[in-house]
């Protein structure tokens, strides 16, 4: 699928190598909350069930901690300051990190 330059320049992580390191730790996220979601169709013990949540949320946290930290190293390093000012401000930016915290 081709992209414009505008859409790129609009994309939540521009490098693909970060990209696909968030992609891969949401698809295992979402298939250990469908694991979760059969324990408990099932019945299993609150301790599995509690354990497997807890996975799937630490899979979740870092997944958002990989793509403010990929966007904030791209605004660093690759002169991308101005873009990134125009996009969010420090308030912003604070209260999404402080999100994931």
């Known amino acids: 699928m081709a992209t414009s330059d505008h859409q790129k320049e609009n994309d939540v992580l521009s ?7 968030v992609l891969n730790r949401l698809r295992r996220a979402q298939g250990q909350l469908a ?3 059969s324990m408990i169709e099932e019945g299993r013990d609150c301790k599995d069930v509690v354990t497997q949540l807890a996975a799937v949320s630490k899979a ?5 901690f990989k793509i403010v930290a990929t966007s904030l ?3 660093i390093t690759e002169n991308g300051g101005d ?3 125009e996009l969010m401000t420090e308030t912003e930016l604070e209260k999404l990190f ?3 915290a």
């Open 15 to 21: 490098d693909e190598e970060a990209t696909t390191a």
């Open 35 to 37: 694991g979760v979601i």
């Open 98 to 100: 402080l999100a994931l």
């Open 73 to 75: 190293r791209e605004c």
């Open 60 to 64: 979740l946290d870092r997944a958002g």
């Open 83 to 85: 873009k990134c000012r």
